[in-house]
């Protein structure tokens, strides 16, 4: 960029320079000049505004701000979840999501994770995988929403989870996340759940959640 900087600026002031020279001595030649000096200083603005559209063009897209930014969310409303006692092992709940590109970019810009494996298509396209790819902890996420929202559900409180990526996620395809709990401490009050992200009825990420449910 600070190649082209002086040429800009020579542009510029050759652009004053014609334009004085139009206003005192109006001819056809000054007036030539004139337009000759607006031709080179939008050149000059091109060569320098390029990279910048080149380095935007590698951002992810993240949808433009409408109506009602700023405003609180509308969010469900679920009862409270099942305390230790109401629980029992084997018990399930799965929570099913489409993951779309445009969940994949909002996370990048959230977490800041904007990899272009994940974000740019052109990139993405050079890879083992050839496209776009979910974050895992995207799809890990799934796994929190049933067991925020279900199982045990609203008033738990996570307290850990191991994690196990056996395949990648693309936009497009449609998860489903189940846990189900694989023991029960009463004493700690806490909770061991198996858990599984698949797509067509196979895993993409397994792993173990340590709950503790809410209290009565």
């Given amino acids: 960029m600070s190649s082209t900087t002086p040429r800009g600026h020579e542009a510029a002031r050759s652009f004053v320079q014609q334009w004085l020279d139009l206003a005192w001595y109006p ?20 060569r320098m505004v390029a990279p910048l559209s080149a380095w ?14 700023g405003e609180e969310p509308v969010f469900n409303v679920y009862p409270r979840g099942k305390t230790i006692s109401e629980l029992s092992v084997g018990d399930s709940a799965t929570f099913t ?12 810009v959230i977490s800041g994770d904007d990899n272009p494996a994940h974000v740019n298509e052109e990139w993405a396209s050079g890879t083992r995988l050839g496209t776009r790819v979910a974050h895992g902890m995207l799809t890990g996420g ?18 850990s989870q191991s994690l196990r990526w056996v395949a990648p996620v693309y936009p497009g395809d ?26 067509d009825d196979e895993p993409v990420l397994t792993g173990e959640a340590l709950v503790m449910p809410p209290s009565k």
């Avoid at 999501?97 to 990048?108: G, H, M, R, Y």
């Avoid at 799934?142 to 307290?159: E, M, R």
């Fill in 27 to 46: 001819t056809a030649r000054s007036f030539d000049a004139w337009r000759g000096s607006i031709d080179a200083y939008n050149s000059a603005a091109r």
């Fill in 97 to 108: 999501k489409t993951i779309s590109q445009a969940d994949i970019n909002q996370f990048a």
């Fill in 56 to 69: 935007g063009d590698a951002l992810p897209d993240v949808p433009e701000a409408s109506e009602g930014v």
């Fill in 142 to 159: 799934l796994i929190s929403a049933a067991l925020g929202t279900t199982l045990p559900g609203p008033g738990s409180i996570y307290l």
């Fill in 174 to 199: 449609q998860l489903t996340a189940k846990v189900t709990v694989a023991s029960i401490d009463e004493e700690k009050r806490r909770v061991v759940l198996d858990t599984v992200v698949e797509k």
